[in-house]
């Protein structure tokens, strides 16, 4: 199976899927989504990272006999990547049916790959606790934060959606199950919606570089990023690289945290992991 790399994204494209935008069509409708697979054709395309970047991730916690749950996988190569290096079950969702489609007829001979066109606020099609991981990679298609702009529910609603994404996702692991979430939003607009009183999320951040930045990183890939006890980044911190991404680790805890409040108990200190 081939790895092409891939295309050049603009950082301000992705940092637009990331808060929402979308011009006249919004990147949270199918709608958008399938033109834009018709457009491109079926070509693959890896939003953020590829999958070799965020290998240390994935492997550490998430074996390859997991059964692993692909939120919004797009044309990425990530799952294919993941098959080749040994994971033997990867459901993929994504709204948009035109993807689904390529996706199917692309992996028809790859048994370890099921594609389903799934809504990810609704995934009641399967029973709780059935995966062990589940990763999101630049699918949050919501303005987690509560900006509004022209009420559509990448807007208004946004917040809802993201809340109904991240109890369907803690619905779905098994405890000790972890939810891998790639994305542009730093813990200020991310912290607080994982933090859902119905979930119990250690959550563990880490800040990958974007592909091809140069520079230099004083952290290993694996250390994590302390969190503040409101769950934000340390005063003065600064990633290397201002376009870096986030890559929150958040492991399914027994038991409800019965506070509702955000946060404070269950972010991970650095050096607990
Ligand atoms: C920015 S792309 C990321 C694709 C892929 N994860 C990657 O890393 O390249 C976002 C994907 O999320 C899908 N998506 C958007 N809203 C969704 C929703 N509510 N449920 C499931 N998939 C959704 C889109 O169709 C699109 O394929």
């Not at 990331?18 to 990147?27: P, V, W």
Request: charge should be negative; proline fraction near 8%; glycine fraction near 10%.
């Amino acid at each position: 199976m081939s790895s092409p790399p891939p295309p050049d994204v603009g950082a301000e494209e992705e940092r637009g899927a990331a808060d929402g935008g979308g011009g006249s069509l919004s990147y949270g409708e199918a709608e958008y989504w399938d033109a834009r697979y018709v457009e491109e054709g079926g070509a693959p395309y890896d939003w953020y990272q590829r999958y070799d970047a965020l290998r240390p991730f994935v492997r550490r916690f998430a074996p390859p006999a997991s059964r692993l749950l692909m939120i919004g996988c797009g044309s990425a190569l990530m799952s294919e990547d993941m098959v080749s290096d040994g994971y033997v079950e990867i459901v993929n969702i994504d709204i948009s049916s035109v993807v689904i489609e390529m996706m199917r007829k692309k992996y028809f001979d790859v048994p370890q790959l099921q594609y389903l066109r799934m809504d990810v606020r609704d995934m009641s099609m399967f029973p709780d606790e059935s995966f062990d991981c589940a990763i999101d990679k630049g699918m949050h298609s919501f303005r987690w934060n509560s900006g509004l702009i022209d009420g559509k529910w990448c807007g208004v609603d946004a917040p809802l959606s993201a809340a109904q994404m991240v109890l369907e996702v803690d619905r779905l692991l098994k405890p000790g199950g972890v939810f891998i979430l790639i994305t542009y939003g730093d813990p200020s607009v991310r912290v607080p919606h994982l933090n859902q009183s119905a979930c119990n999320w250690k959550i563990v951040l880490y800040i990958l570089p974007r592909p091809g930045f140069i520079g230099n990183i004083k952290r290993h890939v694996l250390d994590p990023v302390p969190l503040t006890e409101r769950g934000r980044l340390p005063d003065g911190f600064v990633p290397e690289d201002p376009d870096s991404h986030y890559v929150y680790v958040c492991k399914k805890m027994q038991g409800l945290t019965g506070t509702g409040s955000p946060t404070v108990n269950h972010i991970e200190r650095q050096g607990e992991e």
